[in-house]
T-cell receptor, first 114, second 112 residues
């Protein structure tokens, strides 16, 4: 167990809908990263937050947004969902902003868009 | 940005043999190289990492080597066991950057 928690574990929804994925980092970690992993694909970095502020942005669609709250948990919002958004969504946390922080992954949320 | 390539995409070895997975990176400023193991449907788990001021690091049956000049790093697993079967990802991070850039993964199968 990495100490990173994610809810829900599974989510099934229809095209055009909006969902929110939640992540709680390890105790004491200030950074949260979101990754998307499509079937048999690698991990694509979406976005990073550090202590409530957006720190880095990757291949995140405009339909997606995220935020980190004062208690350091983070939410990833996916809207106008398309079939191609079906994937595993992982968050990871680290203790530092970047350079020296190892990233530990949560168990993931499996999103299925029908 | 950083580009990480990983080979092979699949690898089958007999139990007890060694397995080697290789990655190359493009950004000479990259200075941190972790390896993750992902079992089917589970989260990636950090198994070993190396920083650019070190050429080799070993942890029991797992070792990682780094060649900064050639910009490549490798994962070595010795005395493989069936429980080593998983997808392995390499990654790289540049100085001053925050996110990791991942390779496309290697599916390792250890045949009993």
């Amino acid at each position: 167990d990495s100490g990173v928690t994610q809810t829900p574990k599974h989510l099934i929804t229809a095209t055009g809908q909006r969902v929110t994925l939640r992540c709680s980092p390890r105790s004491g970690d200030l950074s949260v990263y979101w990754y998307q992993q499509s079937l048999d694909q690698g991990l694509q970095f979406l976005i990073q937050y550090y202590n409530g502020e957006e720190r880095a942005k990757g291949n995140i669609l405009e339909r997606f947004s995220a935020q980190q709250f004062p208690d350091l948990h983070s939410e990833l919002n996916l809207s106008s969902l398309e079939l191609g958004d079906s994937a595993l969504y992982f968050c990871a946390s680290s203790s530092l902003a970047g350079e020296r922080g190892e990233q530990y992954f949560g168990p993931g949320t499996r999103l299925t868009v029908t | 940005g950083e580009n990480v390539e990983q080979h092979p995409s699949t690898l089958s070895v007999q139990e007890g043999d060694s397995a080697v997975i290789k990655c190359t990176y493009s950004d000479s400023a990259s200075n941190y190289f972790p390896w993750y193991k992902q079992e089917l449907g589970k989260r990636p788990q950090l198994i070993i990492d190396i920083r650019s001021n070190v050429g080799e690091k070993k942890d029991q049956r797992i070792a990682v080597t780094l060649n900064k000049t050639a910009k490549h790093f490798s994962l070595h697993i010795t005395e493989t066991q069936p429980e080593d079967s998983a997808v392995y990802f390499c990654a790289a991070r540049s100085t001053g950057a925050n996110n990791l850039f991942f390779g496309t993964g290697t599916r390792l199968t250890v045949i009993p």
